[in-house]
Nanobody, 124 residues
Framework: EVQLVESGGGLVQPGGSLRLSCAAS????????MSWVRQAPGKGLEWVSA????????YYAESMKGRFTISRDNAKNTLYLQMNSLKSEDTAVYYC?????????????????WGQGTQVTVSS
């Protein structure tokens, strides 16, 4: 059974940092690219970042460039999102999602599995 379990969310002040993790199980992790997707209160899903199967290719939504860093540890079957310089508009539920193949891009994404999400709240 494919499982994606996010953790690391919480309450942080503007300008602060958080690192999200996504523990994967039930499949061969390094056969797939992975993404982070978020949903702010009352809004639709927004793609955040993607990483190829080997970590060599990474992509970010424009508003996250320079602030967020996606990475993965295939030996630990874990995906990460380091978030710095957080803003109130980053408040959202963050999901990790498995892309349908080993490669990804910054423009087209297809997901077949999602985690349950972790809440990130940026507020003073």
């Amino acid at each position: 059974e494919v499982q994606l379990v996010e953790s690391g969310g919480g309450l942080v002040q503007p300008g602060g940092s958080l690192r999200l993790s996504c523990a994967a199980s039930g499949f061969t992790f390094d056969d797939y690219a992975m993404s982070w997707v978020r949903q702010a209160p009352g809004k639709g899903l927004e793609w955040v970042s993607a990483i190829s199967w080997n970590g060599l290719s990474t992509y970010y939504a424009e508003s996250m460039k320079g602030r967020f860093t996606i990475s993965r540890d295939n030996a630990k079957n874990t995906l990460y999102l380091q978030m710095n310089s957080l803003k109130s508009e980053d408040t959202a539920v963050y999901y990790c999602a498995r892309e349908t193949g080993p490669y990804c891009s910054g423009s087209h994404h297809e997901y077949d599995y999602w985690g349950q999400g972790t809440q990130v709240t940026v507020s003073s």
